[in-house]
């Protein structure tokens, strides 16, 4: 936690009456701060327009609006980076370890997250051990193979329909069964 100069933990909290007033005193220093964290004026806009609307929804209960609007501002920008950082830039073949690829973070997922993921698929894969044979190999097809319907049913001699619905009840009882291990929640 930051420790507070003398002067400015006697200075008193502002106290805002309407969201209007909050908009006015705080969107420029906002934009401004929105803007040092993404590094792009129009997505620092969008950012801060998203933060004034979350507080229009909460503005009864949130107490105090500024240390609240920057903290969402400064969350919504990390997910912007976030995401941004998995987007692929293609088309600067001239790049020379300068810009934004240069900027693009590790693509590998934190060690945390493989985890949770080979879990995931961990169970998945016992889940699908408690189908029936014919349910798992239309699976097999479909998702492994990719095969459409069409296709899964001209290979084991069912019709399209019946495929659809033997698939589909494959998959919701497979739902079903994830959704006790909150895989699927």
Do not use: C
């Not at 993404?38 to 503005?59: C, N, W, Y």
Request: avoid cysteine; charge should be negative.
């Amino acid at each position: 936690m930051a420790v507070q100069a003398p002067d400015e933990a006697s200075r008193p909290v502002p106290e805002w009456a309407t969201i209007e007033q909050v908009f006015a005193a705080l969107e420029s220093p906002l934009l401004a701060y929105a803007r040092r964290l993404v590094r792009d004026f129009s997505v620092a806009e969008d950012i801060v327009q998203e933060a004034f609307m979350k507080l229009h929804a909460q503005f009864q209960n949130v107490l105090t609006p500024q240390p609240w609007l920057y903290r969402i501002v400064h969350n919504l920008a990390v997910d912007h980076q976030r995401r941004a950082s998995r987007l692929v830039l293609v088309g600067d073949a001239e790049n020379d370890g300068e810009g934004p690829l240069a900027d693009a973070a590790d693509a590998q997922p934190l060690p945390d997250e493989q985890i949770a993921r080979w879990e995931g698929i961990g169970l998945v894969r016992l889940v699908l051990e408690t189908l029936d044979d014919r349910s798992r190999e239309l699976i097999r097809l479909r998702f492994t193979e990719e095969l459409s319907y069409k296709e899964i049913a001209d290979r084991t001699g069912l019709t399209t329909g019946h495929v659809g619905y033997l698939l589909h009840h494959a998959l919701k009882s497979m739902a079903v069964e994830l959704e006790k291990t909150e895989v699927a929640r």
